[in-house]
């Protein structure tokens, strides 16, 4: 995304430069929680047995709300996970999107050139034919400008040749 960002108009860099800021700063808060979920799935007690509760000193109903909190606490563990490979499969697919847009910006830019390639390539060609023809126009005049001068030559040496 950092690229695409610097290859936008001046004019909505700002914005963009901003919204990728904003994506980064949430997917580290969003990373820091993970890490932070796992390390107290990893760090926390289970009290699974009754003795241990009653070594400790706990009452059943503080029990059962540990036992809720631990459950909670490892559905949450668990959503966390499914949201960070969520984030990993979107970041990967970004990335692929990304590259296939970048493949299509080249392709599309080869394209103009060759279309202004051949742009220019026909305006030289009709340049040229226009050329010929005017050219072709002026010896058509021209000939016919020959031509009506010597029939007028020849007019006029046939009417001095018969009027002596």
Sequence with gaps: ??????????????RWKTKLDCYRAELKRLTLEYIKARSIK???FNYESQEEFEDIGISENQKQKLLDN?????????????????????QEIGTQVLQNLS???????????????TNEDL????????TMIMRSIQQKIIFLIVGACFVIAI?????LGFSK
Excluded at 155 to 159: K, T
């Design 155 to 159: 007019s006029f040496g046939l009417y």
């Design 1 to 14: 995304m950092d690229f695409e960002v610097r290859e936008v108009e001046i004019s909505k860099h700002q």
């Design 70 to 90: 631990s459950e909670r606490i490892e559905r949450t563990g668990k959503r966390l996970e499914d949201g960070y490979r969520v984030i990993l499969e979107t």
């Design 42 to 44: 990893q760090g926390s």
């Design 103 to 117: 493949e299509q910006r080249e392709t599309i830019q080869r394209s103009r050139d060759r279309l202004r390639s």
């Design 123 to 130: 305006s030289n060609s009709s340049r040229i034919t226009n």
